[in-house]
């Protein structure tokens, strides 16, 4: 029987800058990106199958939606439906963003709606190095600033019962807690959660179901898990130093994905890291939580014109 936090399976895709990995249940696969690969990846569990879709641009992030196929995506720039089985982009909205500020790191939230924040590429085009907002883009198409200030908008997700938001901002390698309003999405006064995490920066996060914050550690080699009150409570070994995003997955809820990235490895580096850019499946003593869904009616990819 395997262990907890066995390795149990890799998908060597060598991503570039794998990220924003996620559960589908109805299609039972997991679903990642590769940002500076322009690609999306579906890994189907059951029938051990790859499929990777070329991509327009950079896909940062992205949420299911109740339609089977079609996503709610952020791209560099703009929020729009992505339809997963062809890569086609269809946009909704553009973000007033400054120059040298990308989206990031964005998932969809207990309330429904799709949660993305923004991260500052190049802080003298921006004009400063904090420049980063989370926005809310509401089922109705409303896009709102819930936070700003940040550098690196990271780590999205909230607590089993929807009522708390986490939220870290990587450069400042720092965790906050939010109280979360189930039925407005609005945030109360947030709180420290996570001064600082020892040999790596926050990047991509999940809860599992007893409420535990699993970030992932960018050049820390691991996955960091934390009380709900920010308290360490280990760590899961990875093999690549550049760790981006964790989900629960599984039919039970009982696999943890992990996703890396090769992204400025120098020679030396990747030759020390050949796995590095791969997805890490670990086998878990643990459970997590549905992945939520956009609660906009998403349309078919005949009413797109496809």
């Not at 196929?69 to 973000?95: H, N, Q, S, V």
């Not at 921006?126 to 940040?150: E, K």
């Not at 999940?206 to 992932?216: I, K």
């Not at 550690?217 to 093999?239: K, N, Q």
């Amino acid at each position: 029987m395997p262990q907890p936090w066995e390795l149990i399976l890799e998908v060597p895709t060598a991503d570039l800058l794998g990220e924003g990995v996620v559960w589908d249940e109805a299609s039972g696969a997991f679903l990642w990106t590769d940002i500076l690969g322009r690609r999306l990846h579906q890994y189907d569990l059951a029938q051990k199958r790859l499929t990777t879709v070329p991509l327009p641009g950079r896909l940062c992030s992205f949420g299911l939606t109740s339609q089977a196929g079609m996503l709610i995506a952020a791209f560099d720039r703009e929020i729009g439906w992505l339809e997963a089985g062809t890569g086609t982009f269809t946009p909704l909205l553009l973000p007033d963003l400054p120059p040298g500020v990308r989206l990031n790191d964005g998932r969809v939230g207990s309330d429904g709606a799709f949660w993305v924040g923004s991260m500052v590429e190049d802080a003298v085009l921006a004009g400063g190095d904090d420049l980063g907002r989370l926005y809310r883009f509401s089922p109705c198409g409303q896009l709102t600033v819930h936070i700003d200030g940040i550098c690196i908008s990271n780590g999205l997700c909230w607590s089993p019962q929807g009522r708390r938001l986490y939220h870290a901002d990587s450069l400042r390698g720092r965790v906050s807690a939010y109280p979360f309003d189930l039925s407005t999405g609005d945030l109360g006064e947030g709180a420290l959660l996570i001064a600082s995490i020892s040999g790596g920066s926050p990047d991509g996060a999940t809860t599992d179901q007893d409420g535990r914050y699993y970030s992932a550690l960018w050049e820390g080699w691991a996955v960091g898990i934390f009380s709900s009150e920010g308290e360490s409570e280990g760590r899961i070994d990875v093999p690549a130093s550049r760790v981006t995003c964790v989900a629960f997955g599984g039919r039970d809820l009982d696999l943890l994905a992990v996703t890396t990235a090769r992204v400025d490895l120098s020679e030396d580096q990747r030759a020390s890291e050949p796995r590095a850019g791969s997805l890490f499946i670990y086998k878990s003593p643990r459970k997590g939580v549905p992945e939520r869904r956009f609660a906009g009616r998403a349309p078919t990819s005949s009413e797109l014109g496809g």
